[in-house]
């Protein structure tokens, strides 16, 4: 239409019937049977270059200055401008078809055309008045972007000075906002990349304080199960050892020592009534090695009487012989060596 407009010829019948899209999206505009040719002097008023080329298209028709009956009223009332819809052929130009293309955006927008009347006489009437209330109405309601919604107004603006001046100036309006659409898809799906790419490096971050958490956790909890397996089998062994000992039926270490210090009795052990048997010979041998007196027989001197009735007692079980023993040192019986207990009483040198 912008061309056609460019050669000072309008269409007078745009409706979307009248458009058509190609397989490969070429847009065609059918049904010129009632295009018209703009006389010279409006061609030149409204030709957006300034003056009318020399190859503006001229017909026999556009040469006539009379109008006949059957172009008094032309055209889809639907889709019709007012100036069209009441007859005023003189003033018909660009403009017209531009409240067309308007038209056929208010229908692509909302799904119905500008007038909706129920009659023909009714949408007739609307499109004189250039009744604009319900699709206005409809077109606020649609949802399309703004900058569509605001062209399609224009573009039925009920005055013709309020129009675009020609198909060329709507078409470079839908450009840019065609332009505008893609930039902003273009701005969305960078932002769009940039949030998943954050999103991933979140993603990421957490995973891994998730895993030097379950790390953290796996080395406290084993090394608290290794502390407790220590603490068991310490407490296993001191378990046995206890039971080991009480078996064998001696006190525990350092409980002899401790009962020794108090001054209490010293328990007897199995190998205790052994060990005093076999010092006993050693006793008796140590008494035998004094000297007799002058008087003679092997009596002992009168100082040592202790050891001379320690020498004559007959031999006792070695359970009593034990008890007048005291160990040499601390410890246990086993092992060590008895010394004769005489009660403080010591023997004189021979």
Not at 279 to 287: E, K, T, V, Y
Not at 314 to 332: C, D, E, K
């Amino acid at each position: 239409m912008a061309y056609a407009h460019s050669r000072g010829i309008i269409h007078r019948d745009l409706k979307p019937a009248n458009v058509m899209v190609g397989d490969f999206g070429e847009v065609l505009i059918l049904d010129w049977g009632m295009a018209k040719v703009l006389d010279r002097a409006s061609r030149g008023r409204e030709a957006p270059g300034g003056p009318v080329q020399e190859n503006t298209i001229c017909t026999l028709r556009a040469e006539l200055t009379e109008v006949s009956p059957g172009d008094a009223l032309l055209g889809t009332l639907g889709y019709m401008a007012p100036e069209q819809a009441r007859s005023e052929i003189d003033r018909l130009d660009r403009r017209t078809d531009v409240f067309g293309l308007g038209a056929v955006l208010c229908e692509i927008l909302t799904g119905q055309p500008p007038y909706c009347g129920a009659s023909r006489k009714e949408r007739h009437q609307q499109a004189q008045k250039g009744d604009q209330t319900g699709a206005h109405a409809r077109l606020d309601a649609c949802g399309a972007d703004v900058e569509m919604i605001a062209l399609a107004k224009r573009c039925l603006a009920p005055q013709p000075a309020d129009r675009p001046r020609d198909a060329g100036e709507v078409a470079q309006a839908v450009a840019a906002h065609q332009a505008g659409v893609e930039e902003r898809a273009r701005k969305a799906e960078l932002e769009r990349a940039a949030v998943e790419v954050r999103a991933g490096e979140e993603r990421k971050r957490r995973r891994l304080a998730v895993a030097l958490a379950a790390a953290v956790l796996l080395l406290l909890g084993g090394g608290m199960l290794f502390t407790a397996q220590l603490q068991v089998e310490r407490d296993n062994a001191v378990q046995m050892g206890r039971k080991a000992q009480e078996e064998r039926g001696g006190p525990l270490p350092g409980h002899s020592a401790a009962r020794g210090e108090a001054g209490g009795e010293i328990p007897e052990r199995p190998g205790d009534q052994e060990a005093a048997g076999r010092d006993l010979p050693d006793l008796r041998s140590g008494a035998e090695g004094y000297r007799p007196s002058s008087g003679g027989g092997n009596r002992l001197p009168q100082g040592c009487r202790g050891c001379r009735e320690t020498a004559e007692r007959p031999a006792q079980p070695s359970i009593s012989l034990a008890t007048g023993f005291r160990p040499a040192g601390t410890g246990l019986f086993a092992g060590q060596r008895l010394e004769p207990d005489l009660g403080g009483r010591g023997c004189p040198p021979p």
